[in-house]
């Protein structure tokens, strides 16, 4: 046998070797890493059923995943699959580049403690960023590029309760079924695609969406049509995780919205806006309870003021 091909046969049987391998240590590693992550940084524990990864799809399987809350057993968050497939252009572009993301019944309890205090505060603040640090040279920072798609997520469940209320009312999310065709910062385009579609009930209320899908040479769009009315900007604020630098004391917005998203395998993604938002009724004021803000009426179209009444 010739002297090439015998090296070409070994490297061969190495790179299998190392794949098959890969099978073992990425699901280890994986396990062992989070969980010693999530020990170390909270008081949480982070838990799986199984971890499989398959090298020659480029596939990664999580099933049975559970956070507990802080200082207790009840989970915070649980999944029962989520399944990555990579793409592998994430090499060749090098960026994130999922050819499908599947989340089955996810799980999530929210609690609010306090004003702006959470059972999740304790993760937002060990993620939030010093702003003592100084800032990165705008020159040395590549942003993260990325490119999600055919994201869906099944039979999603959450509970929210208020104990800061004195009803302490429970909203219930059950039947959450999601549909996202793509989400990314660069220029890719793959063959195939879901229908974007959003259905859940919302303390047993209906709720559906769907949006539609319009090739073009090259390039394809979401569309996506968003209305809402009456929607109490006071209440909304009061629930915000994080402190805001005002403080919203009434208000309401109403909007009218119809939301384009298109990719293409050439050129950056776009978000086209159409039609216009209307912002009725807000009245805001700083920490020291001095007025800042007290409109009666403000319409903008394509993110362009048009006018504005009773300030």
Request: hydrophobic share 45%; net charge negative; aromatic share 10%.
């Amino acid at each position: 046998m010739p002297r090439w091909i015998k090296i070409t046969l070994i490297t061969i049987a190495v790179v299998f070797g190392l794949l098959l391998l890969s099978m073992l240590i990425v699901p280890w590693q994986i396990k062992k890493q989070s969980e010693q992550w999530v020990a170390t940084y909270t008081q949480r524990t982070l838990s799986y059923e199984r971890v499989y990864f398959n090298p020659f799809t480029l596939k990664l399987e999580l099933d049975g995943v559970v956070l507990s809350e802080a200082d207790r057993d009840d989970r915070f968050i649980s999944v029962d699959r989520v399944m990555v497939a990579v793409s592998p252009y994430s090499l060749l572009r090098r960026a994130l580049i999922l050819s499908r993301l599947e989340v089955d019944s996810p799980y999530l309890n929210v609690e609010l403690l306090g004003e702006q205090h959470y059972n999740f505060s304790d993760l937002v603040a060990l993620f939030a960023t010093d702003d003592e640090e100084p800032p990165e040279p705008l020159a040395e920072k590549r942003p993260f590029h990325f490119s999600l798609n055919n994201i869906v997520v099944t039979a999603g469940t959450l509970d929210f309760v208020d104990y800061t209320s004195a009803t302490q009312p429970h909203h219930r999310v059950r039947q959450l079924d999601l549909s996202v065709p793509f989400v990314g910062n660069i220029p890719f385009l793959l063959d195939e695609y879901v229908e974007p579609q959003l259905s859940l009930l919302l303390n047993d209320a209906e709720i559906s969406a769907h949006g539609r899908l319009k090739p073009f040479h090259d390039s394809l769009e979401t569309q996506l049509f968003v209305n809402l009315s009456d929607l109490d900007l006071a209440f909304y604020a009061h629930h915000s995780p994080v402190p805001l630098p005002v403080v919203v004391t009434g208000g309401s917005l109403d909007i009218d919205l119809d939301l384009s998203y298109r990719i293409s395998r050439h050129e950056e993604p776009q978000l086209l806006v159409g039609e216009c938002w209307c912002l009725t009724t807000c009245w805001l004021q700083d920490q020291d309870k001095a007025a800042i803000v007290r409109s009666a009426l403000l319409v903008v179209d394509r993110c362009r003021p048009i006018c504005c009444a009773g300030i």
